[in-house]
């Protein structure tokens, strides 16, 4: 089975401002800066943050299911403004299925304001594993929203 899950904010910073956490790596560590509860570190284990860059991502101890996953960024392309990312390993992966992908993209909307978007791609066989899936978005609305305020006071103080 594969699906896709989205959202989307719209953030009253211009595009390149939001870009420069989320086509960064920066956006890793501001979550763990911002959003303990969320992940508890982000080892770069190759690259610099552009395409091919693999981090280990570790949740908190005692954060139920899986302790870890690396991720690949696929592409990074600063131009259109999108980052897609892939577990590589651990994760979800371990879980059972057979692609997990991240989707982040910052779509101008006027030169004061933007959308930025994350879309989940998944596929599995185990179709109760699916419906999992919805419960994986909950952070990155977190994620999202935690960025919108903290761009939001950034351009504004």
Not at 140 to 151: F, N
């Amino acid at each position: 089975m594969k699906g896709t899950i989205s959202d989307e904010i719209e953030v009253n910073v211009p595009a390149n401002v939001a870009w420069e956490l989320y086509g960064t790596l920066h956006l890793s560590r501001f979550i763990v800066q911002e959003l303990p509860t969320l992940l508890n570190k982000v080892d770069v284990v190759e690259g610099d943050g552009s395409t091919g860059t693999i981090l280990k991502i570790t949740f908190p101890e005692g954060t139920p299911g899986i302790p870890y996953f690396k991720e690949r960024f696929n592409i990074v392309d600063n131009e259109k403004r999108y980052k897609q990312s892939q577990v590589i390993e651990g994760g979800y992966v371990d879980l059972g299925y057979t692609f997990y992908g991240i989707r982040f993209e910052v779509n101008e909307k006027d030169e004061n304001s933007c959308i930025t978007k994350f879309t989940v791609s998944y596929e599995v066989e185990d179709v109760k594993l699916a419906s999992h899936a919805f419960t994986m978005v909950e952070p990155l609305q977190t994620v999202i929203r935690s960025a919108k305020t903290y761009l939001t006071n950034k351009i504004h103080s």
